[in-house]
């Protein structure tokens, strides 16, 4: 019996067990599906199933550069306590390195490339891990970066993940360039900017937050009694300097410089490449914060001790 690409999806749905894996049950057991369920199950792949569907929302966000190559990678747990594992943390990294080794498409092609300096794929690493550790796991997302400097931060020990990636010329002192890019990764886990610069913000966005701050300040004009034409012109005024605080507040290089707020971090890069006879570019960033975004499944530990007591 053959197989198709869609049988090998179907299967990865049921079972949760990597492409790769599922392609090489459907080819022993002749492309019957509930045969090769129980080919990854005899061989230990669907036993982690049972934990698939539980929320991962801790974890660890992890940065790293690998021969000039920056990762950044958000790998996720049931629990904040396997943030701690040791095996976890080395998975973590192992799963990173694959990304700057593979330059993979996305989280399934990353799954199917090999672990470095092992035989098994990282999606095989993964389902030992989930059988070991006893709690659901999953790669939820990574970004490579390839040219230019890239310098990592990881704070409160894998909470938020960042790279900041510099295009650097006409300059020999690099320990100052990574200084600079550590500050400017510090400010990026702190003040969660969405986008490097005003020209990068999301067009739909910014009209309507234009479109909230204009109705806002007709309002406020209208409450001082001012005619409806005169109330709306001052308005429209009044949007120009509100999207520029909005600016301040998005875009990391338009952002205040937290260790010299009186300059924005565009600023504070030129002033430290001038100080440093060349030139600097802030060319792209990226902050993973560990569950950003996962609705978190809130258990009530008191009702769960009653049902346990009935």
């Excluded at 199950?41 to 199933?49: D, F, I, K, N, V």
């Excluded at 400017?184 to 309507?208: F, N, W």
């Amino acid at each position: 019996m053959s197989f198709t690409a869609q049988d090998v999806k179907e299967l990865r749905e049921a079972t949760g067990v990597g492409m790769m894996d599922c392609k090489k049950a459907l080819s022993e057991t002749g492309g019957d599906m509930e045969k090769a369920i129980v080919y990854l199950r005899e061989r230990g792949l669907a036993a982690a199933q049972k934990k698939a569907g539980r929320i991962t929302a801790e974890g660890v966000a992890y940065a790293a550069v690998f021969d000039g190559i920056g990762v950044v990678i958000e790998v996720n747990s049931e629990t904040d306590f396997v943030a701690k594992n040791d095996t976890f943390k080395e998975f973590v990294m192992s799963a990173a390195e694959a990304v700057a080794s593979n330059d993979p498409a996305d989280v399934d092609a990353l799954l199917a490339c090999k672990c470095p300096g092992g035989d098994k794929t990282v999606a095989e690493q993964l389902q030992e891990l989930i059988l070991v550790i006893g709690e659901n796991l999953s790669v939820r997302r990574f970004k490579r970066y390839s040219d230019g400097l890239s310098i990592p931060y990881i704070h409160a020990g894998g909470k938020i993940g960042v790279i900041i990636n510099l295009e650097v010329s006409g300059i020999s002192d690099m320990d100052a360039v990574t200084e600079l890019g550590k500050d400017i990764a510090m400010q990026t886990a702190a003040m969660r900017p969405m986008y490097l610069d005003a020209s990068s913000v999301d067009a739909g966005e910014l009209e309507k937050e234009k479109e909230i701050q204009l109705y806002k300040a007709i309002e406020e004009n209208k409450a001082k009694n001012l005619p409806d034409d005169k109330a709306r012109q001052i308005a429209e005024k009044m949007v120009i300097g509100r999207i520029s605080k909005f600016y301040e507040e998005i875009c990391l290089l338009n952002q205040p410089y937290v260790k010299e707020n009186k300059i924005t971090v565009e600023q504070h890069v030129q002033q430290v490449a001038k100080s440093l006879g060349g030139k600097i570019t802030v060319k792209s960033f990226t902050r993973f914060e560990k569950g950003e975004g996962i609705e978190k499944k809130q258990d009530d530990f008191a009702a769960e001790v009653a049902s346990l007591a009935g």
